[in-house]
């Protein structure tokens, strides 16, 4: 189990390693990690995603991210995957959560960039 979000709030499964993972068919949010210093137990975050069913997502090395993982990580074999399943959860929520991952982390791999920060005026 790894510990992600703000204030480690998500209890993923994982992380494994990703060229000999087979996902799972059932919807739920991951994070591509590799290690930047093999010898460390410490993982950066290279891609968050989310899928209705992950077997449908291209994984482990057919998504169309994939090639980005694996140049970022120096290759297919340091490349670890960790799940979150939320059970009952809609699309919704896994989209919130993916979001707010991508905030914290800003993977290298994800296009999307979202601003973690609070405005004053947002504040009632």
């Not at 703000?6 to 990690?33: K, N, Q, T």
């Not at 590799?34 to 891609?47: N, S, W």
């Not at 069913?53 to 291209?58: F, M, N």
């Not at 994939?66 to 990580?73: E, G, L």
Request: contains cysteine; aromatic residues 10%.
């Amino acid at each position: 189990m790894i510990r992600l979000g703000s204030l480690a709030g998500y209890a993923f499964s994982g992380p494994r390693l990703l060229a000999g993972w087979a996902p799972p068919a059932e919807p739920g949010v991951y994070a591509i990690l590799y290690k930047p210093e093999p010898e460390r137990e410490r993982y950066a975050v290279v891609y968050v995603g989310h899928a209705d069913d992950l077997t449908a997502e291209g994984l482990p090395l057919r998504h169309p991210r994939a090639h980005c993982w694996t140049q970022r990580a120096g290759g297919k074999w340091r490349l670890h995957v960790a799940t979150l399943s939320i059970p009952g959860g809609t699309r919704g929520h896994r989209e919130m959560v993916a979001e707010e991952l991508i905030s914290m982390y800003t993977p290298h791999c994800n296009a999307e960039r979202y601003d973690g920060s609070w405005r004053e005026e947002w504040i009632l």
